[in-house]
């Protein structure tokens, strides 16, 4: 398995304009995470999905945050209209919810930049 | 409010020595902790877990504790290698099958030669 897929790997864009990041998580797996990582604030949970149902977005810094997953083998984290503020490295990652570790599998991640 | 703290930012040792990492946390009652490596431009890569009920946990030259108690986690690092030097992450995980995972801001770990 290629593992957790993410795109695109950079962005760079202006303020006000909407950003749209990719995630293909790995085949099987039944839940998926976004997670946001800066230095100041380190790892944070934005929101996660099991059986492609967010089940908790208290995460999400505002309505400017969507996420999707229209199917098991693919999501999407919107941001609109995106601020300098949200630069930040934009990690997607997926779990089988079966295993005894419950291990998250991440992708590389999307460093987003907002100019 | 839910607080994960590992103890610095960054700890550097010779190598050979035990790296020993610390992971606090509050407001939490985790059915599991996770620790995970984390290299620069990379995503978090697993290495352990250890349960509510678990004392303690090893794995090759690593060793996880986890005192319920005092709500902390321990991580080892024996025999310590320049490759070992990257940021090591605590997560929590409440015990439901759909529960969320939360991650402490994570210890940059350097070990010279």
């Known amino acids: 398995d290629a593992g957790v897929i993410q795109s695109p790997r950079h962005e760079v864009t202006e303020m006000g304009q909407e950003v749209t990041l990719r995630c293909k998580p790995i085949?099987?797996?039944?839940?998926l995470f976004w997670y946001r990582q800066t230095m100041m604030r380190g790892l944070e949970l934005l929101i996660y999905?099991?059986?492609?149902?967010?089940?908790?977005d208290s995460g999400m810094p505002e309505d400017r945050f969507s996420a999707k997953m229209p199917n098991a083998s693919f999501s999407t984290l919107k941001i609109q209209p995106s601020e300098p503020r949200d630069s930040a490295v934009y990690f997607c990652?997926?779990?089988?919810?079966?295993?005894?570790?419950?291990?998250?599998?991440f992708g590389e991640g999307s460093r987003l930049t907002v100019l | 409010s839910q607080k994960i703290e590992q103890n610095s930012e960054a700890l550097n040792i010779q190598e050979g020595k035990t790296a020993t990492l610390t992971c606090n946390y509050t407001?939490?009652?985790?059915?599991?902790l996770q620790w995970y490596r984390q290299d620069p431009g990379r995503g978090p890569v697993f290495l352990l877990l250890?349960?509510?009920?678990?004392k303690e946990k090893r794995k090759e030259r690593l060793k996880v504790t986890f005192d319920t108690t005092l709500k902390q986690s321990l991580f080892h690092i024996t025999a310590s290698q320049p490759a070992d030097s990257a940021t090591y992450l605590c997560?929590?995980?409440?015990?439901?099958?759909?529960?969320?995972?939360?991650f402490g801001s994570g210890t940059r770990l350097s070990i010279r030669p």
């Open positions: 990652a997926s779990s089988s919810r079966g295993t005894n570790t419950g291990e998250l599998f």
């Open positions: 085949s099987g797996h039944n839940s």
């Open positions: 999905f099991n059986n492609n149902v967010p089940i908790d």
């Open positions: 407001n939490y009652s985790p059915a599991y």
């Open positions: 250890i349960r509510e009920n678990e």
């Open positions: 997560a929590l995980v409440k015990y439901s099958s759909a529960s969320k995972i939360i």
